[in-house]
C-alpha cells in the first residue's frame, strides 16, 4: 500500500511539472507574438513615413518641374514678344 501511495503522488509531481512547463511555454509564446506584433506595426510605421516622405519628394520635384518649365514658357514669350517688335 506504501508503494501504491508513493506512486500516486509521483504522478502528481509529474503532472504538476508537466502543467508548470505548459503554463511557461503559452507565457513564450506569448511574448513571442507580442514581440512579433510589434515589429511589424514598427515596419509598418516605418513603410508608412518612407511613402508619405517619397510621395512629399516627388510632389516637390514635380512642382519644381512646373515652376522651371513655365518660366521657360514666359522667358520665351518675352524674347518672341522681344523680337517681333
Known amino acids: 500500500m506504501h508503494y501504491f501511495h508513493l506512486a500516486c503522488r509521483l504522478e502528481e509531481a509529474v503532472q504538476e511539472v508537466k502543467r508548470q512547463a505548459m503554463l511557461e511555454l503559452q507565457k513564450a509564446v506569448c511574448a513571442a507574438e507580442q514581440k512579433a506584433t510589434e515589429m511589424v506595426s ?8 518612407s511613402m508619405t516622405d517619397t510621395r512629399k519628394k516627388i510632389r516637390e520635384e514635380v512642382m519644381a518641374q512646373f515652376n522651371h518649365q513655365e518660366e521657360s514658357s514666359e522667358v520665351l514669350s518675352q524674347l518672341q514678344s522681344s523680337t517681333t517688335c
Open 42 to 49: 514598427a515596419e509598418r510605421t516605418k513603410m508608412e513615413r
